[in-house]
Nanobody, 116 residues
Framework: QVKLVESGGGLVQAGGSLRLSCAAS????????MGWYRQAPGKQRELVAT???????DYADSVRGRFTISRDNAKNTIYLLMNSLSPEDTAVYYC??????????WGQGTQVTVSS
């Protein structure tokens, strides 16, 4: 069983920054990929950014150039640095991991609220 714990959410003014963390209970080397998703009230959960085991990265068009996903293998943690935040970024942010033959795991989510 993989446990993912997110942290770093909070309330920030528009234009501000936050850094989210997702700590995994095991080695993140074992995952095919890890990613950040978000879900705003009344909307479907959407992909924000993904980082693959080989190092490649994908971003949603809505966050490209503002958000940066990274990882620290020694700490079994991935991060999401969010700059130039806008009220449209308000959502619960979830961390996800995926491993072949084991499936996917989700964290409990962390709330990000951007005030105008």
């Amino acid at each position: 069983q993989v446990k993912l714990v997110e942290s770093g959410g909070g309330l920030v003014q528009a234009g501000g920054s936050l850094r989210l963390s997702c700590a995994a209970s095991g080695s993140i080397f074992s995952f095919n990929y890890m990613g950040w998703y978000r879900q705003a009230p009344g909307k479907q959960r959407e992909l924000v950014a993904t980082i693959y085991n080989g190092g490649s990265i994908d971003y949603a068009d809505s966050v490209r150039g503002r958000f940066t996903i990274s990882r620290d293998n020694a700490k079994n943690t991935i991060y999401l640095l969010m700059n130039s935040l806008s009220p449209e970024d308000t959502a619960v942010y979830y961390c996800k991991s995926y491993r072949t033959a084991h499936g996917e795991y989700w964290g409990q989510g962390t709330q990000v609220t951007v005030s105008s």
